[in-house]
């Protein structure tokens, strides 16, 4: 239902142009709009089923490989099923929006002491949507945000998520590794350890976490998302290393980052991202469109203002040029990444443009490398619910021939990926068609300097090696490593969410 306008203004001003109603938009389907039973699926091969969605209808159907077609129930979704996936904000999610939100971080700003030290994480995502609405390149838009943050909205530090996001691909590249070799090596019999699924997405994570067994669960990858990472750095390392030797006391820090997607607001008040004396590691995330708020509330034109050099040691540029680094894939680049690794060190082949095959949807694509004739990995990407419930489903098949055989998917809950997140720009119908900003903001992104040279630690840029020698004090994979840069996630009946009503 409809919220009322009373009952609005309690909310973020960002949730309310997102023009709340019973219709959801394309760029914020929600990933569980249908009910599922939990029937085992038998082990007959007429009984393959997927899952796909009729945009005419705007219907979901079951199809079994015999052809026959089933409708299936819509569902309501409450706080308690809620799947947090940036599609139905409503007003159960009250306490999340109120301690989440822009206006908490305007009444924090306002309140804030003089000894605090305020630090704000830009994603490159949100960089790409703020580019693409003030008709900016991507080294333009950084740099005017880190005037507009630090000069007028007085922020003390701006980092680059990109440059967490290093540390993620290199843990997320050993995890993959290993868990391969033990399956080359592993006799017929042995439990299944692959596909390795990612876990950048918090909305895909929270889904699994509520509605999937151990099965599933236990398949997800445990490297941290570059959010988390910059949460367990500003907090741990930057601190001890930066603010401590000032005398500002670790209560007095403030972490901030801007993200794609509202999904992102729940990852940061998990359990597991805690500093030592019980705070999170990320206070709050913004997402880009309460990020273009700020600026309007401060009177900032963000196109008028001047650049600010971007020299932060945390800050992911290319040594020799000096310019922005990113890593092809809109959102994270991980499969890419991954396969790439893999071939070169499990196969001893370079890997130059990777050909992508389209399966029923431009969501779902896969990609693998063959030897001798011999597919011997074989990759894909899931985006979107229907992708991800087709994707469960074939790990879950009881017939082997029928079995998923992919050994990792790149599993994201908002369809395109998180260039499309929720917390996005929305576009101007006026000015320009949707799919058409989503194109450009894609191409604004991908427009950086693309390294997919990184395969291991050595190769990383020397940020990211002096990040190992003096943070995490050993090795990629390491048992310091798995403390600093991995986590843990289980099956729940029941999201955990009491870290929403802390104050901070």
């Known amino acids: 239902p409809l919220i009322q306008s009373k009952k609005m203004s309690n909310f973020s001003s960002a949730i309310r142009i997102t023009n709340l109603d019973d ?3 394309q760029s914020q389907s929600c990933i569980k709009p249908v009910k599922l039973d939990n ?39 409450s706080l308690s099923d809620c799947l947090a996936c940036s599609g139905c904000i409503t007003s159960a999610e009250e306490v999340l929006v109120n301690h989440q939100s822009l206006d908490r971080l305007l009444k924090e700003l306002k309140e804030r002491s003089s000894d605090e030290v305020w630090i704000l994480t830009l994603s490159s995502q949100s960089r790409a949507s703020l580019a693409s609405k003030y008709g900016l390149n991507m080294e333009q838009v950084f740099g005017k945000i880190m005037t507009a943050l630090k000069n007028v909205i007085g922020f003390d530090y701006v980092f680059d ?13 050993d995890e993959f590794l290993k868990r391969k070799q033990q399956q080359l090596n592993a006799p017929k019999n042995a439990l ?22 151990e099965d599933i669960v236990g398949l997800i990858s445990s490297t941290k998302s570059p959010q988390a990472v910059m949460g367990s750095l500003v907090k741990g390392y930057f601190y001890e290393k930066e603010l401590k030797p000032k005398g500002v006391e670790l209560k007095n820090v403030r972490h901030i ?15 597991e991202f805690k500093t030592p004396i019980d705070s999170q590691e ?17 009177n900032v034109h963000l196109k008028e203002l001047e650049e600010q050099p971007l020299n932060s040691s945390f800050i992911d540029r290319d040594e020799k040029t000096g310019k922005l680094r990113g890593i092809a894939g809109g959102s994270g680049g991980y499969a890419e990444s991954i396969f790439r690794m893999a071939a070169k060190k499990l196969y001893n082949v370079e890997v130059g443009q990777i050909e992508k095959k389209q399966k029923r949807n431009s969501d779902f694509q896969e990609f693998s490398l063959k030897v001798d004739g011999k597919v011997v990995l074989s990759f894909a990407q899931a985006y979107g619910f229907r992708n991800i419930q087709n994707i469960i489903r074939k790990i879950q098949h009881k017939n082997p021939r029928l079995r998923c055989k992919y050994d990792f998917v790149e599993v994201m809950a908002c369809p395109s990926g998180c260039n499309n997140g929720g917390g996005q720009i929305a576009a101007d119908p006026e000015k320009m068609n949707p799919r058409k900003q989503l194109e450009q903001v894609e191409e604004l992104y991908h427009s950086v300097q693309l390294d997919q040279s990184m395969q291991d630690v050595d190769q990383a840029p020397t940020s990211i090696r002096e990040g190992y020698q003096h943070w995490v004090q050993d090795s990629v994979g390491s048992q310091k490593s798995q403390g600093l840069l991995h986590t843990t996630y289980r099956n729940k009946n029941q999201m955990e969410t009491p870290a929403l009503r802390e104050e901070w």
């Open 23 to 25: 219709f959801i938009p």
């Open 39 to 77: 029937k085992p699926i038998p082990t007959s091969e007429s009984s393959k089923h997927t899952i796909e969605f009729d945009e005419q209808s705007n219907t979901y159907y079951e199809i079994s490989l015999a052809g026959e077609k089933k409708e299936l129930e819509k569902t309501s979704i």
């Open 161 to 173: 998520a990109n440059w967490a996001r290093n540390f993620t691909l290199l843990e997320i590249q």
């Open 192 to 213: 299944p350890n692959l596909p390795l699924l990612a876990s950048s997405c918090p909305g895909w994570i929270c889904y699994a976490e509520k509605t999937q067994d």
């Open 257 to 271: 980052t801007v993200m794609p997607c509202f999904d992102k607001k729940l990852e940061a008040s998990r359990g």
């Open 282 to 298: 990320t206070d709050l995330v913004l997402t880009t469109t309460e990020l273009d708020e700020l600026f309007q509330h401060h």
